[in-house]
C-alpha cells in the first residue's frame, strides 16, 4: 500500500489519521490540532464529523490533553465529510 502525503495546513501542529480516512485510503479525513495563542493551548477539529476539541469533555486545552482527545477521537472516527455541492 501506498501512502500519499499532502501538506499539512497552516499552524497544524499534530495530524491524526480517522478511521474512516484509513478505511477509505482517505488522507484528507483528519484531526488536526493547532496552536491556541489566544488562550495558550491548542484547538483541535475533526474533518470527518467535525467534532472540535472545544466541544470534548476535556477541561484543560493544552498541547499533551490535546494530543490525547484527537488520537481517541480519530481512532473510533467513521464520519465522512460532508460533500461538496
Known sequence: ???QTT???EGVVARYLTDA???LTDPTITVDLSEDPD???VTGICHGCE???KDSNYICRD???GRCWAQEH???CRA???PTA
Open 1 to 3: 500500500m501506498t501512502t
Open 39 to 41: 488562550n495558550n493551548g
Open 80 to 82: 465522512m465529510p460532508k
Open 21 to 23: 480516512g484509513k478505511a
Open 74 to 76: 480519530a481512532e473510533k
Open 63 to 65: 498541547r499533551a490533553t
Open 7 to 9: 501538506a499539512w495546513p
Open 51 to 53: 467534532t472540535t476539541f
